[in-house]
């Protein structure tokens, strides 16, 4: 199976930082990649796919890039709204999928 | 409105069995990938099980031969039946819609549903 590895599982920033999220693939999975942003109590929710494609309605403080075994999520601008966990997820392989094990975005 | 909606949640003994659902509007269910994801109390997600369109079926070597996805088309409705509960099944299950075509990942997803596996 496909490990996803995510550093750092905690970052603490604040609000008009620009902070980076590092997602590793155990093996290529080319650009198969997505960033879902998750709140307590909420379902994730998708922000981007294809490692770089923006998800319709996210805003453009959020970018992303990488393909084969090193991606990355950046968030431009830190809003109030960003703090959560993120996560990223291969879907390279059509019948098994994995996530990596997220980040949280917490106030500093 | 493109939504999922989750039920059939609860507590239930080791070993026992559940039925979770899944109510989709907006869009067809068989014409597209569906799969459960699920999350344990403070922890990660983890993918569950996937139908594809055309009827295929895999399962996470975890719950392999435990849990079944399956779907009612005349209902639009997907679901995960829950074999032999262990207390590692317990976790919030989410349904989530996969539109491959479009390279699009897990782009809608269902409020979740609470499953807790204990005596």
């Known amino acids: 199976d496909i490990q996803m590895t995510q550093s750092p599982s905690t970052l603490s920033a604040s609000v008009g930082d620009r902070v980076t999220i590092t997602c590793r693939a155990s093996?290529?999975?080319?650009?198969?990649l997505a960033w879902y942003q998750q709140k307590p109590g909420k379902a994730p929710k998708l922000l981007i796919y294809?490692?770089?494609s923006l998800e319709s309605g996210v805003p453009s403080r959020f970018s992303a890039s990488g393909s084969g075994t090193e991606f990355t999520l950046t968030i431009s601008s830190l809003q109030p709204d960003d703090f959560a966990t993120y996560y990223c997820?291969?879907?390279?392989?059509?019948?098994?999928?994995?996530f990596g094990q997220g980040t949280k975005v917490e106030i500093k | 409105e493109v939504q999922l909606v989750e039920s059939g949640g609860g507590l239930v003994q080791p070993g026992g069995s559940l039925r979770l659902s899944c109510v989709a509007s907006?869009?067809?269910?068989?014409?597209?990938?569906m799969s459960w994801v699920r999350q344990a109390p403070g922890k990660g997600l983890e993918w569950v099980s996937v139908?594809?369109?055309?009827?295929?079926?895999y399962h996470a070597d975890s719950v392999k031969g435990r849990l079944i996805i399956s779907r009612d088309n005349s209902k639009n409705t997907l679901y995960l039946q829950m074999n032999s509960l262990r207390a590692e099944d317990t976790a919030v299950y989410y349904c989530?819609?996969?539109?491959?075509?479009?390279?699009?990942?897990?782009?809608?997803w269902g409020q979740g549903t609470m499953v807790t596996v204990s005596s």
């Open positions: 139908i594809y369109s055309g009827g295929s079926t």
């Open positions: 907006g869009f067809t269910v068989s014409s597209i990938y």
């Open positions: 294809k490692a770089s």
């Open positions: 093996q290529s999975i080319s650009s198969w």
């Open positions: 989530a819609r996969y539109p491959a075509n479009s390279g699009r990942a897990f782009d809608i």
């Open positions: 997820q291969q879907y390279n392989n059509y019948f098994t999928w994995t």
